[in-house]
């Protein structure tokens, strides 16, 4: 089926060549990382996570979310999703990919991911969060393509792949779930010392996720003749509006819990994302905007008129991206960082290489995903000219 992503217009190669160049600025941005050490980043000793880190975390969730178009098609036997899931199941792929880089190139010898495998720690959640990513992304790749491939030659998809598509459910809540771990298990940082983070983040991905899907599904509709149909934009409007309400609302748990406690040593981390802390105070606008867009996102989606308005509905999904990027991303990493467990501070920021390394990331899982889009829509074109 790959021959269907060697033909196509002159804006599908445009848009490939462009993703090219990305991809290579960013490979030379790592490569001068790879000989300078992680000095050229933003990152320090007290912020030891960073942009990369941020981009990982949030992209997790964009691969979870494929779950919420498999449990009803596969499960309930929901028709409506039936044209969009492969588009589902392809965008956790490269969502998964990206994902699997941001670590690669976080790590300032990638030699070290070896040390993974050669020397496993079932008690350590990075070995756990190694098996679940690749894992993850292997059953993706095999569900979607077997499936895919059936429908190409108009015949029922094998029996044994069934069991794996059922697999892939909890697995996907795993992915996230081990992710959020990572954070949680760390007890001198406060602000991710919380048992929610785990249903935060599966919030989070469940509005963000549906949210990319819709906005994917709405530019394939403008440049193709396919068409996932309205019934599945509409069903995953609604997902993503029950998400960002949960997303909200277990903000707000969050801020009940650090406030009304009085410890000092939580409040300081929301002190410093939303009010600033000793005159510290880089990331309060951002942190303020994504909190806005939460809002607007909600009142945008929670009437029926502005949300089956296919002209609100992607700007709705833009706010929903904008508000978990920025919370799930860079606040949570700089949240758990600043201040350090001494109250000292030591603030953040990405530099221009980080920056590009990061475009390049992107860039790679834009290209990986052109192509398998380009395979999909290919068989279903094939299957609606029969």
Known sequence: MLEKALSGSKLYWGWLVCLLILMAAGFASYLVQYNEGLVITGMSRDVSWGFYIAQFTFLVGVAASAVMLVLPYYLHHYKDFG????????????????CILFIFVDLGKPTRILNVMLYPTPNSILFWDMIVLNGYLIINLVA???TLESERKQVAPP???????????PWAVSIHT?????????????????????????ASAFAAGPAVLILLGYLVKK????DPGKAAFETLAKIVTYAIILHIFFFFLEVFTVFYSNIPGHMDHMKYLYFGYHGYNAL????????ICGFAAIVLLVNPRTRQNTTILPIACVLVFICTWIDKGMGMIAGGFIPNPLHEITEYAPTALEL??????????AFVLTILYKVALGVKEEEAAL
Not at 189 to 200: K, N
Not at 284 to 291: C, D, I, R, S
Not at 356 to 365: D, E, I, K
């Open 83 to 98: 044209r969009i899931t492969i588009l589902g199941e392809f965008l956790a792929i490269s969502a998964v990919l990206m």
């Open 144 to 146: 979607g393509w077997v």
């Open 159 to 169: 029996g044994w792949i069934k069991p794996v598509i059922y697999l892939s459910i």
């Open 178 to 202: 081990v992710t959020a771990f990572l954070y949680a298990g760390l007890p001198g940082r406060g602000f991710w010392l919380t048992a929610i983070l785990a249903p935060r983040f599966l």
């Open 223 to 226: 440049l193709t003749n396919f």
């Open 284 to 291: 309060v606008p951002w942190m303020w905007a994504a909190l």
């Open 356 to 365: 590009l390394v990061t475009f390049g990331v992107y860039a790679t899982g």
